[in-house]
Nanobody, 120 residues
């Protein structure tokens, strides 16, 4: 099992930027795929971005070109840099650890979430 703790959420104006962090512990991090998901009020949780053990990345169409996922294996941390934020990006963002190294999942372990609010 992997323990995950997200940070970096907050309130930002449209067009602004935020960087989310997710600190992981409990399993070999470097070979584990990591993902970011989000859930807006009244909506299902949705995929945002993922990064495999060998750093292949994948993004949802809604965030391509604006968000960047990266990982620091030395510090067991995954990041989500979010630029050009839009009000529709408002959601609780969750970090997740994959069962293996593939960034297609499945994802077994989840953080508690961090709120991102984008004002218009």
């Amino acid at each position: 099992q992997v323990q995950l703790v997200e940070s970096g959420g907050g309130l930002v104006q449209a067009g602004g930027s935020l960087r989310l962090s997710c600190a992981a512990s409990g399993r070999t991090f470097s070979s584990t795929a990591m993902g970011w998901f989000r859930q807006a009020p009244g909506k299902e949780r949705e995929f945002v971005a993922s990064i495999s053990g060998n750093r292949n990345t994948r993004y949802a169409d809604a965030v391509k070109g604006r968000f960047t996922i990266s990982r620091d294996n030395a510090n067991n941390t995954v990041y989500l840099q979010m630029n050009s934020l839009k009000p529709e990006d408002t959601a609780v963002y969750y970090c997740a650890a994959g069962r293996g190294s593939s960034n297609y999942g499945p994802y077994d372990d989840w953080g508690q979430g961090t709120q991102v609010t984008v004002s218009s």
